[in-house]
Every structure is written in structure tokens, then in C-alpha cells.
């Protein structure tokens, strides 16, 4: 965290966009100078300079938002996006079978970071949005990329979330039994995580087809109903995805 005296520009500046998320896309100037602990002033500033540039959007009521030039600069570059072109292809594949939620994401900064959604009308409710931020341990895609990590950012992990130790699953025990037996079977799939009434079931993406000491990259899931009548197909076709997925970005994954 810095302190008072070491606040740069670009850390106000980061903690400005940092604000807004999914609950938050708009908020005023006074509620952006509360959330950041940006003097009031040099919000106002702050904000009039980055709305100029159009990284922030001015609202007819006053609020203000994310502007499309940030997006547009992520979009030209960001490693996300490679990951999502490629992963396109099996998330369809996923999603027009199951009909539910088809989810691709990251760990970033020892976050899940949700890159990529595909949602059908009638599916059950989901939390997990594009762009949103969770705790690994709190849902299944974050643990099917944990279990496949080196054993210093699983501990790492849990220095940051010590209360993570503790945490148990009610099909699987103790977190690090869960770890443990998705290193074994390669997927996971958890009963209630963040809604009562659904599944989450989620394998790895790894930065090599075969071999020992494989890395997870990323990871594809699905959200289902509880009871669910293609159940017993979720593993086989998320696994069948995510074989094509690595296979497909080893062209552009960098080798020593």
C-alpha cells in the first residue's frame, strides 16, 4: 500500500479506475474522492484530465464512468484477449451444448479474474461476470488453476488468505484435500460455491499438451443447475475443450 507521502499521480490515477466493477459502473466525483481517499480537489482534477482523454466518460446526470479509449488500449494488447480469440472455438463448442454459463478465466495477482462469459436466456444464476475479481478458494475455476500452481504461489496463496487453510467442500473435505484430489482427476466439480441450487465444475488450461510440472494458465467451467440432466457429459466436454485449447496456444507459447 503507499503511503501518504509516496502518493504519486499514477497511484491516484489507478486507484480511480480500480473503483468501478460491475456493482459500481458509475459513480460521482465525491464517491470516487471516498472510495479512493482522493482529496476532493484533486479528484475533481484528476477526473476533468482523464475524461479529456476519454479514459473516462462523463454521464448527462453528473456520474462518471469508464471511458471506451480504456477499453479500446486494452483491446489492441492485452494477453487476455489472445487467450480469449483462441479460447472462442471451445467455449462455443461448450456453450452450445449445455445451454447454461461457459466460463474461461485467469489467475491475476492471486485473484480469479474472469476473461470471457457465454450465458444462455433460461441459465441459472451466476455471480461470475466478464471482468470480475473472486477469491480463489471461493470458487471452482480458482481451485482447478490453484491445484496445478508451483508450491510457492500455493503458499503465496494462502499467506494472503489465511483463512483459506480452514476452508472445507462438502463432497471433497478439507482445502487441501480438494487441491489434491484435483491434481489426481484433473477437474473439479463443487455443489453450491456462490449460489445455492448450482454446480461449478472447472478443469485447467496448461502451458504444455504432456509432461511433469505442468502449469495452469487458465481455466474453463461451466455453471449448471444442481440437477442437472447432462451432468455425467460436463467433465468429458470440458476436458475434450481444454486438450484443444492448449494445443492451440502452443504455437504462440514462449519456450526457454
Request: a neutral charge.
Amino acid at each position: 500500500m503507499t503511503t501518504p507521502d509516496k502518493d504519486t499521480v499514477l497511484d491516484r490515477v489507478l486507484r480511480i479506475l480500480s473503483a468501478f466493477d460491475a456493482r459500481r459502473p458509475q459513480l460521482s466525483v465525491a464517491e470516487l474522492s471516498r472510495l479512493t481517499t482522493i482529496p476532493l480537489a484533486s479528484a475533481y482534477r484528476l477526473v476533468g484530465q482523464l475524461a479529456q482523454e476519454d479514459i473516462l466518460a462523463r454521464y448527462p446526470d453528473g456520474s462518471i464512468g469508464l471511458g471506451m479509449r480504456l477499453w479500446e488500449l486494452a483491446a489492441r494488447s492485452s494477453p487476455a484477449v489472445s487467450l480469449r480469440t483462441a479460447a472462442m472455438p471451445f467455449l462455443d463448442d461448450v456453450q452450445s451444448i449445455f445451454r447454461q454459463h461457459t466460463q474461461l478465466s485467469v489467475l491475476d495477482d492471486l485473484e480469479v479474474l474472469v476473461v470471457e462469459r457465454l450465458s444462455s436466456r433460461n441459465s441459472v444464476v451466476n455471480q461470475a461476470t466478464v471482468a470480475t475479481r473472486m477469491p480463489i478458494h471461493t470458487v471452482s475455476m480458482g481451485l482447478a488453476q490453484l491445484a496445478f500452481q508451483p508450491d510457492h504461489v500455493v503458499e503465496e496463496y494462502f499467506a494472503m488468505y489465511p483463512a483459506a487453510r480452514d476452508m472445507t467442500y462438502s463432497t471433497t473435505g478439507s482445502i487441501t484435500n480438494t487441491l489434491a484430489k484435483i491434481r489426481r482427476d484433473g477437474f473439479v466439480m463443487l455443489e453450491g460455491m456462490l449460489d445455492d441450487g448450482t454446480t461449478g465444475a472447472a478443469v485447467p488450461v496448461f502451458d504444455k499438451p504432456s509432461g511433469r510440472h505442468r502449469i495452469a494458465i487458465a481455466a474453463i467451467s461451466v455453471v449448471i443447475p444442481n440437477e442437472f440432466e447432462q451432468r455425467s457429459a460436463v467433465i468429458p466436454v470440458l476436458m475434450a475443450a481444454s486438450r484443444g485449447l492448449t494445443r492451440a496456444l502452443q504455437p504462440v507459447t514462449k519456450t526457454e
